[in-house]
C-alpha cells in the first residue's frame, strides 16, 4: 500500500522558517514528481512547489522563500520554508505521481498524504 506521510508542520512567527516532510512507503518513488501543496480555510488547494526529473518548479508566491528537496535512500521530500508570511498559513499537502501531466494541477497526482498544518502568526 502506498502512503505518504507528511510532518514537520507548526506555529511560527512572521520571517520564521520551517521544514516539511514527506516520507514514502510502499515504494520507491525515484523517477515520480513529487509535489507540495496547500489548502487554507475556504479556498482552493493550490499548488506550491515540485521537484521531478531533475527539475524543481515553484509557485511565484513561494519563489525565493521555499526550497524543495529529496533524498532518494530515505524515499524522503523536503520543503524547506523561510521568511514565512500569515498568507501562508494553511495545510500543507505532499503528492506524489508518475504519469506526467502538468506539475501544478492536483489532477495530475495520484497518491496524496493527510496534510499538516502550518500557522504564520503576525
Known amino acids: 500500500q502506498v502512503q505518504l506521510v507528511e510532518s514537520g508542520g507548526g506555529l511560527v512567527q512572521t520571517g520564521g522558517s520551517l521544514r516539511l516532510s514527506c516520507a514514502a512507503s510502499g515504494r520507491t518513488f525515484s523517477g515520480y514528481v513529487m509535489g507540495w501543496f496547500r489548502q487554507a480555510p475556504g479556498k482552493e488547494r493550490e499548488f506550491v512547489a515540485a521537484?521531478?526529473?531533475?527539475?524543481?518548479y515553484y509557485a511565484d508566491s513561494v519563489k525565493g522563500r521555499f526550497t524543495i528537496s529529496r533524498d532518494n535512500a530515505k524515499n524522503t521530500r523536503y520543503l524547506q520554508m523561510n521568511s514565512l508570511k500569515p498568507e501562508d498559513t494553511a495545510v500543507y499537502y505532499c503528492a506524489a505521481t508518475k504519469r506526467g501531466g502538468t506539475y501544478s494541477k492536483t489532477s495530475s497526482y495520484d497518491y496524496w498524504g493527510q496534510g499538516t498544518q502550518v500557522t504564520v502568526s503576525s
Open positions: 521537484i521531478g526529473g531533475g527539475s524543481t
